[in-house]
């Protein structure tokens, strides 16, 4: 299938209830593309997914900064904590907010840069075969409702697009970077979301 190029900073509105055939984005999402991204060494080798929390400034939410900083716009001035972070390029597939809107960065099938350096049972370099969500949220305040409920659904979504990704290779980014990386911290539910998944593996 031939694909579109990526328009830096576009956001695409998906109409509810409108599937779409494309492997790479998911259905009744919002798209906003990051240029942060690139070609995986091998695009049907996908068999991670990592979860991970983020909070911009930290430990407030809702604002736009999260996508601002996905997208290369993020603007220094704006909060002292983002001088050190501004320049970063960085970015991952899915954002979902506090109340469980959802945002695509990258389309599935590309590299999207969130696991940095890492490792997953001996395996290196998990940016190669693996989907990064970013949940907004800090490693120690509760994840809400919504959000555990909307990331069921990408998970159950993506496992079936991609089925070396089972119940136990659903892992925090601090699996994948021990020492380097904590979230998505003591307060994700570990226990609730993989009673979800595998009660779906059927």
């Known amino acids: 299938m031939k694909q579109t190029p990526l328009q830096n900073n576009g956001s695409v509105r998906v109409p509810r209830g409108v599937e ?6 998911l259905p009744r999402v919002r798209r906003v593309a990051s240029p942060n991204c690139d070609a995986r060494p091998d ?3 996908i068999s991670l997914l990592v979860i991970h929390g983020i909070s911009l400034p930290p430990g407030r939410f809702g604002g ?13 001035g704006a909060d002292p904590a983002f001088a050190s972070i501004a320049a970063l390029r960085v970015s991952a597939h899915l954002f979902v907010r506090r109340d469980g809107r959802t945002v695509q960065f990258v389309p599935l099938r590309q590299r999207a840069w ?41 998970c159950r979504q993506l496992m079936q ?22 979230d998505p911290g003591p307060a994700f539910d570990w226990i609730r979301l993989r009673r979800a998944l595998r009660a779906g593996v059927k």
């Open 20 to 25: 779409t055939a494309s492997p790479d984005w």
């Open 43 to 45: 695009p049907d080798d």
């Open 64 to 76: 736009p900064w999260v996508e601002a900083l996905f997208t290369n716009t993020l603007d220094p």
């Open 114 to 154: 969130h696991a940095g350096v890492s490792a997953f049972q001996g395996r290196e370099r998990c940016n190669d075969y693996s989907i990064g969500i970013e949940l907004e949220g800090t490693d120690e305040r509760a994840y809400t409702e919504r959000q555990y409920r909307r990331l069921v659904v990408l």
């Open 161 to 182: 697009r991609f089925p070396a990704i089972t119940p136990n290779r659903v892992v925090g980014h601090s699996d994948i970077a021990p020492g380097r990386k904590t």
